[in-house]
């Protein structure tokens, strides 16, 4: 689904049928990160990104909402789960899942 500002995110929900206004974020699992959310986090959140540049299915998202009242933003850390290891880069991958062979 495309959040607030057009990104696509597989991890945003909106219903707005018949005048719902109901949005989520269901990468969040803690319940006070889901009290804390709301939709102008998406901005700057760079789940959609990583998303975009990296569709590996390995790679697990730990997201959370961290700052204070006025600066609150999106935490992520990525994990492989194949590896069973924490991704430095999660638009590149881990490195092993999908290497790529000699070239020439």
């Known amino acids: 689904m ?7 995110c597989k991890f945003f929900y909106g219903d707005y049928y018949r005048g719902r206004n109901f949005e989520e974020c269901r990468a969040l699992t803690n319940p006070e990160d ?3 959310w ?3 986090l998406c901005s700057g959140c760079p789940v959609p990104d990583y998303l975009r540049n990296n569709s590996c299915q390995n ?4 997201v ?5 009242l006025f600066k609150k933003k999106m935490k992520v850390k990525a994990w492989c789960s194949k590896i069973h290891a924490p991704v ?3 638009n590149v991958g881990c490195g092993h899942c999908h ?3 000699p070239l020439g």
Do not use: H, Q, T
């Open 88 to 90: 430095r880069d999660p």
């Open 64 to 68: 959370s909402v961290g700052g204070f």
């Open 59 to 62: 790679l697990v998202y730990s």
């Open 99 to 101: 290497e790529v062979g």
């Open 38 to 40: 709301s939709s102008e």
């Open 2 to 8: 495309r959040i607030p500002d057009g990104r696509e």
């Open 34 to 36: 889901i009290k804390a």
